[in-house]
Nanobody
Framework: QAQLVESGGGLVQAGGSLRLSCVAS????????MGWFRQAPGKEREFVAS????????SYADSVKGRFTISRDNAKSTVYLQMNSLKSEDTAVYYC?????????????????WGQGTQVTVSS
């Protein structure tokens, strides 16, 4: 059984930074594309960023480009999301996800493994 466990969420002031981590176990292989999604209250879950197994290709939502950075350490089975210059609109539950696609996909339907999420709250 695949497991993804997120951590690193919390409360931060606007303009601040947080780093989310996601540890993968089970059938999640180092060859998986990994991604981050988020869901704010009353809104659909939306794509944030993704990274292929080698780290050579990444994708970002326009709303986070230049502020967020996704990275991974396959030796530690961990993917990270460094979030800088946080805004109140970044407030959401952030989910880690895994995909067998070999590209840095942005499609929610391409991801078949999901974590339970970690809350990020940005106060203005």
């Amino acid at each position: 059984q695949a497991q993804l466990v997120e951590s690193g969420g919390g409360l931060v002031q606007a303009g601040g930074s947080l780093r989310l981590s996601c540890v993968a176990s089970g059938r999640i292989l180092s060859t998986y594309t990994m991604g981050w999604f988020r869901q704010a209250p009353g809104k659909e879950r939306e794509f944030v960023a993704s990274i292929i197994w080698s780290g050579a290709q990444t994708s970002y939502a326009d709303s986070v480009k230049g502020r967020f950075t996704i990275s991974r350490d396959n030796a530690k089975s961990t993917v990270y999301l460094q979030m800088n210059s946080l805004k109140s609109e970044d407030t959401a539950v952030y989910y880690c996800a895994g995909s067998m696609r070999g590209v840095a996909t942005m499609r929610r339907g391409d991801f078949d493994s999901w974590g339970q999420g970690t809350q990020v709250t940005v106060s203005s």
